[in-house]
């Protein structure tokens, strides 16, 4: 299905091939967003089943204060051309580049996203055999739309099922008439899990409550969360 102009996907889950959107009903598409919180990471554990069930996860850990989420899709892309005009077009997802910002990384959120080292001090230690295992990201964002003249608030979960994590660089500057905030980043790669799904997007949620229920549900993974991505049909 293709969403028309203006329409807001709910319960909107994107798969691999055509970047195919599934959701239940439709509402405004484009509000207001603003805000992001409560940014979750999970090792996977277990493959999750065709038809069945989300892959399953650790328990998650918080990557710390989120600052920012910003997301790069890559596509691949084909155009045939005939009579001077465009006959097909194809957009087929490649992969999810996510950049995350928090003020800052715990150090055992850190050692589980990279894959390092927690040294007997407290610390962490990097290696080149340091292998960073593939999870899920999950968080959730304000939304404001003004409705019959009234102003409303949601909230939306956004869920990235299968990702694979890599450390930034970072900048050190000595403190001089202003002062420079650092913040921690991590950025990540995704990809389609089993089933086919990037990406899985909540409905507009009453409460914040709401929200951080949905990401701790889709951060367990299994039938549950496919559940939520396919509750469309």
Not at 30 to 50: E, F, N, P, R, S
Not at 105 to 124: C, D, E, K, L, Q
Not at 156 to 175: C, V
Request: proline share 3%; net charge negative.
């Amino acid at each position: 299905m293709t969403p028309e102009a203006g329409a807001q996907l709910v319960n909107c889950a994107y798969k691999s091939g055509f970047g195919l959107f599934l959701c239940a009903e439709m509402e405004e598409f484009q509000m207001a967003i603003y805000g992001a919180k409560y940014l979750q990471w999970a090792k996977k554990t277990a493959a999750g089943v065709v038809g069945e069930s989300f892959p399953t996860y650790d328990a998650a850990v918080n990557l710390g204060p989120l600052v920012s989420v910003t997301e790069t899709i890559t596509y691949a892309s084909a155009r045939n051309y005939g009579d001077n005009e465009l006959q097909e077009s194809v957009d087929e997802f490649q992969e999810l580049g996510i950049a995350a910002a928090m003020t800052e990384m715990p150090i055992v959120a850190a050692a589980a996203v990279y894959g390092a080292r927690v040294t007997a001090s407290g610390g962490i230690s990097f290696n080149r055999e340091d292998a960073p295992p593939q999870g899920c990201l999950g968080f959730y964002t304000s939304k404001q739309s003004k409705k019959e003249g009234v102003q409303q608030k949601f909230y939306q979960g956004i869920f990235y099922p299968s990702l694979t994590g890599s450390r930034q660089g970072t900048a050190y500057n000595t403190k001089g008439q202003s002062i420079t905030f650092a913040n921690g980043q991590a950025n990540f790669v995704g990809s389609c899990e089993e089933n086919g799904f990037w990406m899985v997007m909540s409905d507009n949620l009453a409460t914040e409550a709401e929200a951080k229920e949905w990401v701790d549900t889709m951060m367990r993974g299994g039938a549950d969360a496919l559940a939520q991505a396919v509750a469309a049909g």
